[in-house]
């Protein structure tokens, strides 16, 4: 399944396409299913985006977010990924909408993903919409290259969808991210990059297909769902 670029001449037309994107798909699916799930990245890639989002006549009551991954500090912490959803999509319109959370008071990294892959059972698989960002590493979510758990979380064959994995480069260490067969169960999957560094690891990851060497590479190289990649310099 090719993919499908969409690049823009700066970051607010960017963040205004990504979201007209994305709020069709959700006004899609609430259409068809009555309820539409959102699952969204951290950093501050998507801050626009977010903006932008937050401020489409939704029926936002009806969707339902979650992360792609979490890093293993509480929800009031400035790393929290959870904290920048509340603070930067989760407002005004977007506020009705049920924020499906990662973090729990589990006393380890690894009791926290049973509890969150628990918590993420209810929303029916495929995910309506997936937003995935990539670092310059080449890791999405927090499956890092280097990372002890990233083939489990390539190729994952216990049905759990999220694991603890460790970034070994950057603190915080621990992290929960949802596995690559959880995230490929989507109906849609948005890429969502900046800047002609990562324009060249997009070409590098595209050109290969060792996944634990550029993570990223499960989104991009595969023919299960379509995969957009939203770009701007």
Sequence with gaps: MPIQLHPHRNTEALDQALAQWVAERLESAIATRGTATLVVSGGKTPLGFFRHLRERQLDWQRVHV?????RWVPPTHPDSNERLVREHLLVGHASAATLVA????????NEGARR????LRPLCAPFDVV???MGEDGHTASLFPDSPQ??????DATGDACLATEN??????????????RLLESRAIAVHVTGSAKWSLLGEALAGDTLEQL???????????????????
């Excluded at 969150?116 to 918590?119: D, K, R």
């Excluded at 070994?168 to 067969?181: E, F, M, Y």
């Design 66 to 70: 979650t992360l792609a991954d979490e």
């Design 102 to 109: 990662l973090m729990s008071d589990a006393g380890t990294p």
């Design 116 to 119: 969150a892959s628990e918590a």
């Design 131 to 133: 937003i995935l960002g």
């Design 150 to 155: 990233i083939e489990a979380g390539l190729h």
């Design 168 to 181: 070994t480069r950057k603190p915080p260490r621990w992290r929960i991210s949802l596995t690559a067969p």
């Design 215 to 233: 993570p990223i590479r499960f989104a991009l190289n595969q023919e299960r769902v379509p995969c957009h990649v939203f770009w701007c310099r």
